[in-house]
Each structure stands twice: as C-alpha cells, then as structure tokens.
C-alpha cells in the first residue's frame, strides 16, 4: 500500500551523493543529508574532489549548482520547482520528525 503514497523502498539519487551537498537558505549555503538534498526547493550545489595527489594532503574539488529534478520528502514522487527556498514535505517527513521529536524530548 506504500507505494501509492510514493513509498516505494529505495530513494531515487540523480547525483553524486558522495561529495558534499549544500542548499542556499537564509543568506548562507548549509550542508546536507542526500535525503534533504533531493527535496529541497531551491538553489543547490555539489562539491565533489577533481584532483588528489599521492602521497600530500593536497585535494582539488571543484563546487557546481545542481538543477536536478525536485522529490517529495521520503517518496520517489518528483514536483515542479518552484523556488520556495524549503524541504518539500510529504506525510512521511511528517511522521518522521514527530517520531524523532519524541525521541529527543
């Protein structure tokens, strides 16, 4: 029954969620899981390493905005951006962060 709401096990990831993925809120660039990365409705950007050299501390990255497609939160469910700067959410963000504020309070 999941699967209508989206729900449909493993998350759809269209990028490289190795490298270090930020969005743009508030002014500032955050850091951010995979998850919240997929879902949020506005500007993003991927910092991935171009060039390591063996032997020295020395990494290269290289930072590029990403216009990838916009997912629901938990779902698999893609939506038109819009720019709104925020995590769309779903019923399942819902029921999570309900969980976890019960579980830290």
Do not use: H
């Amino acid at each position: 029954m999941g699967e209508k709401r989206g729900d449909t096990g493993k998350l759809e990831i269209d990028f490289d969620s190795s490298g270090c993925l930020e969005v743009f809120m508030k002014g500032q660039w955050f850091r951010t899981t995979s998850r919240e990365f997929r879902s949020f409705d506005g500007k993003r950007r991927i910092t991935l390493p171009t060039e390591t050299k063996l032997g020295e501390v020395e990494v290269k990255t290289e930072t590029r905005d990403y216009y990838g497609p916009v997912y629901m939160w938990g779902t698999n469910n893609a939506i038109k951006p819009t720019g709104s700067g925020k995590i769309i959410s779903s019923s399942l963000r819902e029921n999570f962060l309900n969980i976890e504020k019960r579980f830290y309070d």
